[in-house]
């Protein structure tokens, strides 16, 4: 058993110039499902559409006056109820000028590519998800909802922003598409709710010639092991130390007898998590989430147990002095 522990630190990445950077100042926020290409740091795909919009600390919005890109023939341009849609028309590139009412004009570099490959992954922004479950065949609880994502790529394997070119198909099970409201940023083109609701093998796809998911369907109690981790610090032999007055966030991931990572909740599973000495450190459980909520709370030893799916789990916690800076 290994127990995955670290601090839960918030990253937020800003994509501005000049008098742009600095508190209360905008930033350009695009359509991307797991934030992997949310502040252009990917290519756009050409043929495709990328929106996105201007956010500031002191409004949700940003209010855009107008919008220009050089070249012009890059791509064409839009505003859609505050929101900027871009298409790319050709391989190059660009400066997109955004231009507000309230700040100093923002001038975003893009690049453009040519769409390769597509594939449908499960959800990568879940927390550490990437490590413990390798390419393959997946697996998710009969009954549970998945959610997944349409990865584009250029012909070097490089992630692509935009939409345009899906056309979503499955076996075996159930697709959903997403409900969003007007203020998301979740690009609903790109994402599907996979529902375990038919045979015992579903096949996703996204787009015809492109790579499908595989899911192998497992009734409950298929759990063998539990693994906790947020993918900043390792501790392994089941102890864990952490500092009084942290607070953070904890994924319970549950793995098969195979080693295998199992996605979704089996109907009516519910996840528990208790600790012998709540004056040392608290703990609850988010079976929603599959999540546990943890902070230390005084210097001192517990053990904290967790189960899930008739599997269970103990670990020594050791709560040190508060740390100071």
């Not at 159930?174 to 083109?189: F, G, I, M, N, Y």
């Not at 549950?254 to 528990?272: E, N």
């Not at 909520?293 to 967790?306: F, I, S, Y």
Request: one cysteine or more.
């Amino acid at each position: 058993m290994r127990l995955i522990m670290g601090w839960v630190a918030g990253l937020v990445f800003l994509m501005c110039s000049g008098a742009c950077c600095g508190v209360g100042m905008p930033e350009f926020v695009t359509s991307s499902p797991d934030g992997a290409c949310q502040y252009f740091d990917c290519d756009l795909m050409v043929g495709g559409t990328v929106s996105g919009r201007v956010v500031t600390f002191e409004a949700a919005t940003g209010e855009v006056t107008a919008v220009s890109i050089e070249p012009a023939e890059l791509a064409d341009l839009g505003l859609d109820n505050g929101r900027i849609i871009v298409k790319p028309r050709r391989v190059g590139e660009g400066v997109l000028a955004v231009t507000l009412a309230s700040y100093e004009p923002m001038k975003l570099p893009i690049r453009t590519a040519v769409l390769a490959t597509t594939e449908v992954v499960p959800d990568r922004s879940i927390e550490g998800l990437q490590r413990v479950d390798p390419p393959g065949r997946k697996q998710m609880f009969e009954g549970s909802t998945l959610r997944v994502v349409a990865e584009h790529r250029d012909a070097a394997g490089l992630r692509l922003l935009g939409h345009g070119f899906e056309a979503w198909t499955i076996s075996g099970g159930t697709l959903v598409e997403p409900v969003t409201d007007a203020d998301s940023d979740l690009d609903a083109a790109l994402v599907r709710d996979v529902v375990a609701s038919g045979g015992p093998l579903i096949t996703v796809g996204a787009r015809a010639g492109g790579t499908p998911l595989e899911l192998e369907v497992v009734p409950a109690g298929s759990t063998a092991t539990l693994e906790l981790e947020n993918g900043f610090t390792i501790v392994r032999g089941g102890e864990l130390a952490v500092a009084a007055g942290a607070r953070f966030y904890v994924p319970v991931h549950a793995f098969s007898a195979d080693g295998r990572f199992i996605h979704g909740l089996p109907p009516g599973g519910v996840l528990t998590a208790t600790v012998t000495d709540a004056t040392v450190m608290m703990v609850v459980a988010d079976t929603a989430q599959r999540t546990l909520r943890m902070q230390g709370v005084a210097p001192g030893t517990t053990e904290l147990t967790v189960a899930f799916d008739g599997a269970s789990a103990t670990f020594s916690v050791r709560v040190t002095e508060p740390t100071t800076y």
